[in-house]
């Protein structure tokens, strides 16, 4: 076997009921939801465990509540004793891999992401903002497509390269439209706008980043003990004061998922393990390389999957 990656899914993943077969039947797994409850002092593992999904979704909610799970799951996998040679984590999932690369606190993360939602949220008024997913259409054309818009007066970038074929653009309502039809003028073949409260990674977010960087300065970061792939540059960090740049950069900056899956591709990685909810991110890294082996681990199942393998 080459090396393996733990990655770790983003805002959009959510649902209702993730992680709660696991917490009901290991208490080790359960101390991470009753630690998120103390750190945020809400029923947040009430909102995960029961509902309702539109208070899931919710940015300030889901974003602490997709760590919760994904860190808590990771502390039922620690009896396999599997060590990743490199973590990584899409948007809000790269906070849970710098919680797993040991280089922030678990309550420091869930803290620090309590308060990105809530800066996320207020950075741009509802309805202002807009996010639509480009199928079918290769960066160089879409990008510049996003920068004549955007030259007209209309801001709109592109906010997540997933994969081939798959990219997000973000910015003002009229400015993802007017790409969005201009994108189906140059060939894509679907676009599809996203149920999303902000146009999060793109230059709009600018001012929740300033009040981001003054957050994270003041919590406890150490170097990480396992390089982190960072979404900016797509490339594997470890340093503290470098990881807290690149994070204040990632909320305006592009998503560059495909990319940081090459990269760990280059490094040797031929194993990623997708821990926390859904399977968005096996999915994308199997579009990148199709021959690498992906597990999701999510429930009791999964985990015995991944334990066959691994024991």
């Not at 991470?32 to 103390?38: N, S, T």
């Not at 490339?235 to 950069?249: A, F, G, N, T, W």
């Amino acid at each position: 076997m080459g090396k393996i990656a733990f990655i770790f899914p983003g805002q959009g993943s959510q649902v209702v009921g993730m992680g709660k077969q696991l917490a009901d039947e290991h208490s080790q797994v359960k101390a991470y939801f009753d630690r998120a409850d103390e750190v945020l002092t809400d029923d947040l593992s009430n909102v995960i465990f029961n509902g309702p999904q539109e208070t899931l979704t919710k940015t300030v909610n889901a974003q602490p509540a997709l760590l919760t799970t994904s860190i808590a799951i990771l502390e039922r996998m620690k009896e396999l004793s599997i060590q990743p040679d490199y973590v990584a984590g899409h948007s809000l999932g790269e906070y849970t891999a710098l919680v797993a690369g040991g280089a922030l606190s678990f309550e420091d993360g869930v803290y620090a992401v309590r308060q990105r939602g809530l800066f996320m949220e207020e950075a741009v008024p509802s309805g202002k903002g807009a996010m639509s997913a480009i199928l079918g259409l290769d960066r160089e054309p879409l990008k510049a497509i996003t920068d004549k818009v955007t030259e007209e007066g209309h801001s709109v970038q592109l906010a997540n390269l997933n994969c081939p074929g798959q990219i997000v653009i973000s910015g003002t309502k009229e400015g993802v439209q007017v790409a969005g039809e201009r994108a189906k003028e140059a060939g894509a073949k679907r676009v599809i706008p996203l149920e999303v409260s902000g146009p999060f990674h793109s230059s709009l977010m600018k001012p929740a980043s300033e009040q981001l960087h003054s957050v994270l300065q003041k919590l406890d970061w150490k170097n990480a003990s396992v390089p982190v792939i960072a979404n900016v540059n797509a490339e594997p960090v470890q340093e503290k004061d470098e990881l807290i740049r690149l994070l204040v950069e990632q909320l305006y900056s592009p998503v560059l998922w495909e990319d940081s899956v090459q990269t760990m591709l280059d490094l040797g990685v031929d194993t990623f393990i997708e821990i926390g909810s859904g399977k968005v991110l096996s999915g994308l890294v199997k579009k990148v390389n199709r021959r690498v082996k992906t597990y999701s681990v999510q429930d009791e199942e999964s985990f015995q999957q991944l334990a066959a393998d691994f024991q």
